[in-house]
């Protein structure tokens, strides 16, 4: 199990990658799903209860239009009989026992004490009192509707049992008063349908919300599927320009070490072996001279002794090309300082060289790298620029530490970038993550290569670890 789970606790760079990419995207279609459902929610709810609205005030002037209508059509009864008028009451009963309509639809009259006097559907309530009747849901109907007839009229909302179902069911009642009778008159009207209408434009709102998250769903997926695919074909992409990059350098780096072995070789060759010749035969002379006791065998030997120190001298140039001591025991400064000079004295060309001592030296890296990038650009003007005059500066500012070089030469050719050494400048000073400019006014006006470090490359002021005396850089 620790095994399989190690890859998920470690992920790889291209694993971060895809979730840099995709863990945003899942959070931000997430969170536009849950608005759209809440806005998609509340303007639905807002819609149906505007519809419910409009039903239930169209079912309150329906019921108000039947009242009316039944009203006037006693009207003149009522209004013409006085307050004991048995007769009249008796006569408005049946008038309004007889309207009937629809399946369910009926004419009550309650007196304020709460007696049933007409229900022509459900005939078992007349003459008996039902005050403090409830419903399913604790609402006292009819005392609640007396009170509202005693105020003039009104609406009220209930559960009732349907005649022709027997189930308890939602009412929308209107009653009215007859003040002088003490009668509470009215209907009512069952408004499963609005209900119905309202639950089924919730079940659609609900439907259409799940549509619209399945349809972000697939938005989503086909959007990670993209990233996915893109992200492995960048990946892809990107190892096989790692994979030839990384063969080009590697190719590079053989071709700087075979060219540097024939460089070691051919000084070894032309400057050591001539030289180690040279004394092997003026020894070899001196040795003959003694043993014939010829007197003039100390001028081969000393001849073999001068030559001898001319390939230690050899020796010790070679060795300071491939790893200058000084850079070591004094800093940057005096080892380019010398090299410069042995530049001069072996070529003849002018090098003003200038320097400024400050606290903050560079670190290992940074001297190494400057140090062949100098070698490098002198190299270059000994065997291209033609020039006749060098100027080499180097310096540190508020921004790290600053190499300048510039000749008189002929400048660079049509393609500097495909020379070898310009490459390994530029490939040394990015791992300094540092700066190199290559510059010239106009074409064999010369040239000047820039190189700046930065900061990150300069060690704090003080003495260094092994109590080093401080130099230049």
């Not at 899942?26 to 519809?51: D, H, M, P, T």
């Not at 009170?147 to 209107?174: C, F, N, V």
């Amino acid at each position: 199990m620790k095994k399989l789970l190690s890859p998920l606790m470690r992920p790889s760079y291209a694993q971060k990658l895809s979730l840099v990419a995709t863990v945003p995207l899942i959070v931000a279609v997430a969170a536009i799903a849950v608005l759209v459902a809440y806005q998609s929610r509340a303007l639905a709810e807002r819609e149906i209860k505007l519809l419910e609205t409009q039903l239930l005030e169209a079912k309150k002037a329906e019921l108000r239009n039947y009242v009316t209508q039944a009203r006037n059509g006693f009207y003149f009864i009522y209004g013409s009989a006085a307050p004991d008028d048995q007769t009249a009451k008796d006569q408005v009963a049946q008038i309004l026992s007889a309207m009937i309509y629809g399946s369910d639809g009926f004419f009550f009259v309650y007196d304020y004490d709460g007696t049933n006097l007409v229900s022509p559907r459900q005939t078992e309530r007349i003459n008996r009192n039902w005050s403090g009747e409830t419903d399913s849901e604790g609402t006292a109907v009819v005392d609640e509707l007396i009170r509202i007839a005693r105020q003039g009229d009104g609406y009220l909302t209930h559960l009732w049992p349907k005649p022709s179902t027997r189930d308890e069911a939602r009412m929308i009642t209107y009653v009215t008063s007859f003040p002088s009778w003490r009668w509470a008159v009215g209907t009512g009207v069952f408004i499963d349908d609005v209900l119905a209408t309202v639950a089924s434009a919730r079940a659609e709102v609900e439907e259409r919300v799940q549509q619209t998250f399945f349809y972000i769903g697939l938005i989503t997926l086909a959007a990670l599927l993209a990233v996915f695919l893109t992200g492995m074909g960048l990946n892809i992409r990107e190892r096989r320009l790692a994979d030839i990059k990384l063969k080009r350098l590697t190719q590079r780096v053989l071709d700087a070490q075979e060219e540097e072995r024939g460089r070691v070789a051919r000084e070894l060759h032309d400057g050591i072996s001539q030289l180690l010749v040279g004394v092997r035969y003026a020894l070899d002379t001196a040795r003959r001279k003694l043993e014939r006791g010829d007197p003039e065998a100390k001028a081969p030997l000393n001849k073999g002794i001068d030559t001898l120190g001319e390939a230690i001298h050899e020796v010790r140039r070679i060795s300071r090309d491939l790893r200058p001591g000084v850079l070591d025991d004094l800093g940057l400064g005096p080892a380019i300082k010398a090299l410069a000079e042995d530049f001069s004295d072996r070529t003849g060309v002018e090098i003003d060289f200038e320097t400024v001592v400050f606290r903050n030296r560079l670190d290992e890296e940074a001297k190494i790298a400057m140090y062949r990038i100098a070698q490098e650009a002198l190299t270059n003007i000994e065997r291209h620029a033609k020039a006749s005059h060098v100027r080499i500066d180097l310096r540190g500012h508020k921004k790290g530490a600053t190499l300048r070089i510039e000749d008189n030469g002929c400048g660079l050719p049509d393609t500097p970038t495909g020379g070898l050494g310009l490459r390994n400048m530029q490939e040394r000073i990015d791992q300094l993550e540092g700066r190199l400019r290559i510059t010239q006014p106009r074409r064999g006006a010369g040239t000047t290569i820039e190189v700046t470090v930065p900061l990150s490359h300069l060690l704090p002021p003080g003495p260094e670890r092994h109590q080093r005396p401080e130099v230049p850089v």
